[in-house]
Nanobody
Framework: QVHLVESGGGLVHPGGSLRLSCAAS????????MAWYRQAPGKQRELVAS???????NYADSVKGRFTISRDNAKNMVYLQMNALKPEDTAIYYC?????????????????WGQGTQVTVSS
């Protein structure tokens, strides 16, 4: 049973943009906080952005001002708009559901992950 399906990755030049999408099953989405993580080769998976059920957002310092997370509760979808991409943004990006405080600054993931989508930023 598939719970999270990411899409929208690809190859883009530095300075370019991509929009990632995540389709979640109702049981996973269900008003939970949602997040995007990424994992670059040889590095640990890191939290990129999170959004609470109420829409409060939080971002890693490395992507603030460039990435925007959003959700469509009617469609059980989460998005990550990525602008001004840099080579260091190259990674596999994963969607996740979890729990968060009201402000979204403290996010804890549930142990359910999708297959991820590859983002490569290169000239």
């Amino acid at each position: 049973q598939v719970h999270l399906v990411e899409s929208g990755g690809g190859l883009v030049h530095p300075g370019g943009s991509l929009r990632l999408s995540c389709a979640a099953s109702r049981s996973v989405f269900n008003g939970n906080a949602m997040a995007w993580y990424r994992q670059a080769p040889g590095k640990q998976r890191e939290l990129v952005a999170s959004i609470t059920g109420g829409g409060n957002t939080n971002y890693a310092d490395s992507v603030k001002g460039r990435f925007t997370i959003s959700r469509d509760n009617a469609k059980n979808m989460v998005y990550l708009q990525m602008n001004a991409l840099k080579p260091e943004d190259t990674a596999i990006y994963y969607c996740n559901s979890g729990v968060s405080n009201w402000s979204g600054t403290d996010y804890s993931p549930f142990p359910t992950w999708g297959q991820g989508t590859q983002v490569t930023v290169s000239s």
